[in-house]
């Protein structure tokens, strides 16, 4: 099979890998030639954010713990305040895809620069992607402002985090390199790390929620994790972030777990459309079916299997069927009402992927 024609368009991030390298931090803010910049987290991890910073001593001009899941308008605008207040002329996002978020929809308004700091496996450092709750509906886009010029992965800043949010984040990760496979704007260099990324991922996270304070599987799953932030950031996703923002929004589903329970289910029903796709997971994964793969992966390590559990009411199925059939996105495959309702049906109950 010859190579198909493909476009790609690398984002000028700069990483910074391996265990430790948040001592880089001040050196890096420097390089960008900050001197004040706005420190943003969520409140849970206030204390730690102020200690990872620390070390930048009177280049920190605030501490604003006030991040919160999926970026409610007010909690931006608030943000957006505290920026102005201190005279920031950066960021540094220091927690996962919340604190990344918050900083972003900063960065979109002000235009500041972002240093990212990430310590779950979400991917959204890596992303030009944001976006923003208001009066319950949450939109996304792109924009070049808001992607991170600096992100230091440390694995020692994962150590901490329990096994079932990193489970959870893990799997949210996975499935920008699942969708990334069988995106129309796939290349081949992307499908590589995506491939890698899995691999990556699903070879660290039994041992990481085995023993979430072992270095070496945190290396590894944070390594997957950045791989599957790039995916993200280069290719158009499909079906599966389509029900996921569809469930997260109307029936307000925990995040990462909402993408943890679809996955194998989406997965199956693109097989069909993404053979490519499927021979480069079962590479991945060791098997030669991968959404049966992932849906026995999740169950190892203990996260929910059905929309049920998660809180989802299944009187809501006809609702997300109707704002995702028809399609309207990009997927490999049509998305069409009766495959839909088996997929969603298995989903809702918590039944192997059929
Ligand atoms: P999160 O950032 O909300 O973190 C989950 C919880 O874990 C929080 O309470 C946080 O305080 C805590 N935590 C984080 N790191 C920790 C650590 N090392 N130790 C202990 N506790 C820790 O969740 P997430 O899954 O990282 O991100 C989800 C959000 O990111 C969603 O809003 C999602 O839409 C967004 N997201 C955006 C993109 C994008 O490209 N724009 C990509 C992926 C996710």
Redesign the pocket.
Known sequence: MGTPRFVYQPLPVRVVFGEGVLGDLPAEVDALGLSRVLVV?????RA?AERAAAPLGDRVAGVHPG?????PAEVAAEACGAAASARADGLVSF???????LA?AVARETGLPIVAV???????E??P???MTADGV?R?GRDRRVLARTVLYDPS??????PA?SA??AM??MA?AVECLYAPDASPIVSLMAEEAVRALAGALPEVVRNPGGLPARTRALYGAWLC?TC??ATTMGLHHKLCHIL?GSLNLP??ETHSVLLPHVLAYNRPAAPDAVRALGRALGRDDPARALWDLSGSLGLPRSLGALGADAGHLNEVVAQAAGGGFANPRPVEEAGLRVLLGNAWEGRPPA
Do not use: E, F, I
């Open positions: 987290s969520t409140p849970g991890r730690d991040a919160v899941t999926h970026v927690g996962g895809g919340s604190a990344v978020g972003k990430p310590t779950t496996y979400a991917g959204s890596m992303t992607v944001w976006g949450k996304t800043l994962t150590l901490g985090l329990p949010v959870a984040s949210n990760a920008h932030g993200l950031s997260g995040h990462a």
